[in-house]
């Protein structure tokens, strides 16, 4: 066999080994299960945030418990002062009602926000569950599919080790600087190498230059001009 038939006999093998790779990454069971792997690494990030969140709630209800606390202090301290030193005049009774409102009204505000943020804290907690009860549904699929894949795979790869053997084999004979052009055509055009027919490149189908033709006819190497296939003719 002449180098180009060699080659040729290399390529088809090569082909096969490669198309195996492709249906390998496109199996359906893989692009379920990478699905599957994104949405759960989603629950769990929404997940964590939801964290984030509840503690800061939690942060934000000590801090209003201390205020609370801060103002119940203040009102009593005010309450003794009265007690102790009744003021005689309309103007400090005045000012001392005006001041336990307001402290009055703080705690009220408070409270009502503690109020708010249990609320909120309650509706987060069945967001959590919620989340997580699908997130454990899809993991059991997940495991499930995963069980599947497992197998598959196995099969593929085997059966991709197969024809990658094939294809050393194939490659044997085949001389260095004609394995290097075909890998380096194989970078832009797979395959690398196309047939002659009706004197056009079997490629790309461009017409091919009488000289080119006769080229090839010769069993020289030469490379389609349009789209740097290296052209063969059996
Ligand atoms: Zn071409």
Redesign the pocket.
């Known amino acids: 066999m002449s180098q180009l038939e060699l080659l040729w006999s290399y390529q088809q093998a090569d082909v096969e080994a490669e198309r195996q790779e492709n249906a390998m990454k496109r199996s359906p069971t893989r692009q379920r299960l990478l699905k599957h792997q994104e949405f759960l690494r989603e629950q769990k990030a929404a997940n964590a945030h939801i964290e984030e969140e509840v503690q800061a709630m939690s942060d934000r209800i000590d801090a209003l418990k201390d205020a609370i606390s801060h103002a119940e202090d203040q009102l009593k301290a005010l309450s003794k002062r009265y007690e102790e030193n009744r003021p005689d005049n309309g103007d400090d009774v005045q000012t001392y009602i005006q001041e336990v409102q307001r402290l009055l009204q703080n705690i009220s505000g408070y409270e009502q926000e503690v109020r708010r943020i249990r609320k909120d804290g309650a509706d987060r907690d069945a967001q959590r569950r919620d989340i997580i009860q699908r997130a454990a549904n899809v993991r059991k699929e997940y495991d499930d599919l995963k069980a599947k894949y497992d197998v598959e795979y196995a099969e593929s790869k085997k059966k991709l080790e197969e024809l990658r053997a094939i294809v050393a084999e194939r490659s044997k004979g085949i001389e260095p600087e004609y394995m290097e052009k075909y890998k380096a055509i194989k970078q832009h055009s797979m395959p690398p190498l ?1 047939q002659l027919s009706n004197d056009q ?1 079997g ?4 017409s091919l230059p009488s000289a080119v033709v006769r080229t090839v006819r010769s069993g020289k190497p030469v490379e ?1 001009e ?4 290296l052209l063969i003719q059996l």
């Not at 490629?203 to 461009?206: H, V």
């Not at 349009?226 to 296939?229: D, E, H, K, T, V």
């Open positions: 196309a490149c490629g790309c189908r461009m389609c349009s789209c740097g296939r």
